[in-house]
């Protein structure tokens, strides 16, 4: 191996920016569970604390409550698309792929109760009556961003088109009130951005 070989930057994936070193890379499971998957989970659960929040996720899930054999519907037939996808494209249907799928549904629903719900009302309560809406939003969507550029080393423009994403998603939320069916867009649009399960030789790393 030349000198030139151990000097120059591992390759940049679609989504995540070029590393250094190796170990930069974000290509296995396991860290995108430890860097991403746990720091979203820890904050929506610090976020579900406060008794507010509770209450505002109770409220958002009333329409699943009344009639959830509709969403079970829905995330049935989501499932169906997913593996037609899968078939069409040539990628495999294994029990690796499965458990993506499943860990992109866990965290559409994480950062969903997290930066859509919960964050928003948490820091509303800095703000008057007029700022609190698009204020808390923002920063709730900005945070939402930021932390994708700092754990899963995601590029600029990548993290940007997050921001824009998060931010529809906030919108939707504000008009139907329905989590459910945000969480459910939410998961859809992850897996059309990253639909394969990592496997250790690339720079792969879920979308929100």
Request: proline residues 4%; glycine residues 8%.
């Amino acid at each position: 191996m030349s000198v030139k070989d151990t000097q120059d930057p591992v390759p940049a994936g679609r989504l995540q920016r070029a590393s250094q070193t190796q170990k930069g890379y974000i290509s296995r499971f396991r860290q995108i569970l430890k860097r991403h998957g746990l720091t979203m989970a820890t904050i929506s659960a610090i976020c579900l604390l406060i008794p507010s929040t509770l209450s505002a996720l109770s409220t958002s899930l009333n329409l699943l409550f009344i009639n959830p054999s509709k969403y079970l519907l829905w995330t049935a037939g989501l499932g169906i698309l997913i593996i037609l996808f899968l078939r069409s494209t040539g990628r495999e249907l294994s029990s690796r792929q499965a458990i993506w799928i499943g860990y992109l549904l866990m965290i559409s629903i994480v950062e969903e109760v997290g930066f859509r719900l919960s964050l928003p009302i948490i820091l509303s309560s800095g703000f008057s009556a007029s700022e609190t809406l698009w204020i808390s939003v923002f920063l709730s969507n900005l945070l939402f961003a930021t932390i994708h550029y700092l754990t899963l080393r995601w590029k600029l423009t990548a993290c940007v088109f997050t921001f824009l994403g998060g931010m529809g998603f906030s919108r939707l939320l504000e008009t139907t009130g329905d989590l459910a069916l945000v969480i459910l867009i939410h998961w859809a649009v992850t897996f059309l951005n990253t639909p394969s399960a990592p496997r250790g030789k690339a720079p792969i790393a879920p979308g929100s």
